[in-house]
């Protein structure tokens, strides 16, 4: 079972990064005392920290938008995810170390919540890809990886695709 990016989805998440960066751009303007004479300089760092981040962001969005290869992928083995940094590094994750799938509302988002055992068998692979940083929480209280996949870019709801992996998993568990 494949999974694929939506159009529509992708060009509105595009817009609504570049609608941001225009924002800021008009808060790092006053910032700098175009519109007054006066220079807020924490002004100036935060809105050139964020339009820094959402540029580089969009940019990635803007390279990946005609990409035509499934986001999600659920096989005979496991699940390969390229939705989010941390799924897309830890690559295949098998059905039998999957130990509970959920939605989690985090910020503006509703995200599928993998909680994955066997983490000697995945930490190794993703520590190749992101840094130590942002590994940072990734484990529960009882050791479990926590891994996220989002559906804002697919065309399926987040309902849906909890739904969908749960049927899978529990059809190749069996």
Same mark, same amino acid.
């Given at each position: 079972? $494949? %999974?694929?990016?939506?159009?529509?989805?992708?060009?509105?998440?595009?817009?609504?990064? *570049?609608?941001?960066?225009?924002?800021?751009?008009? @808060?790092?303007?006053?910032?700098?005392?175009? %519109? #007054?004479?006066? @220079?807020?300089?924490?002004?100036? *760092?935060? #809105?050139?920290? %964020?339009?820094? %981040?959402? #540029?580089?962001?969009?940019?990635?969005?803007?390279?990946?938008?005609?990409?035509?290869?499934?986001?999600?992928?659920?096989?005979? $083995?496991?699940?390969?995810?390229?939705?989010?940094?941390? #799924?897309?590094?830890?690559?295949?994750?098998?059905? $039998?170390?999957?130990?509970?799938?959920?939605?989690?509302?985090?910020?503006?988002?509703?995200?599928?919540?993998?909680?994955?055992?066997?983490?000697?068998?995945?930490?190794?692979?993703?520590?190749?890809?992101?840094?130590?940083?942002?590994?940072?929480?990734?484990?529960?209280?009882?050791?479990?990886?926590?891994?996220?996949?989002?559906?804002?870019?697919?065309?399926? $709801?987040?309902?849906?695709?909890?739904?969908?992996?749960?049927?899978?998993?529990?059809?190749?568990?069996?």
């Amino acid at each position: 079972m $494949e %999974f694929y990016k939506d159009k529509k989805k992708s060009g509105n998440l595009i817009l609504v990064y *570049a609608g941001l960066i225009l924002v800021l751009t008009g @808060i790092l303007l006053y910032s700098t005392g175009v %519109f #007054s004479d006066v @220079i807020l300089a924490k002004g100036i *760092a935060i #809105s050139l920290v %964020f339009i820094l %981040f959402l #540029s580089v962001y969009l940019i990635k969005m803007l390279i990946a938008y005609n990409d035509t290869d499934p986001q999600i992928v659920l096989n005979q $083995e496991g699940i390969v995810s390229k939705v989010t940094s941390l #799924s897309k590094a830890a690559g295949l994750i098998r059905w $039998e170390d999957i130990k509970n799938i959920s939605l989690d509302r985090i910020g503006g988002d509703t995200l599928v919540t993998l909680q994955v055992g066997n983490p000697d068998h995945y930490l190794p692979v993703i520590r190749k890809h992101i840094s130590a940083m942002m590994l940072k929480g990734v484990q529960d209280k009882n050791g479990n990886l926590t891994i996220y996949l989002t559906a804002s870019e697919l065309e399926l $709801e987040p309902l849906e695709l909890q739904k969908s992996i749960a049927h899978y998993a529990a059809g190749r568990r069996s």
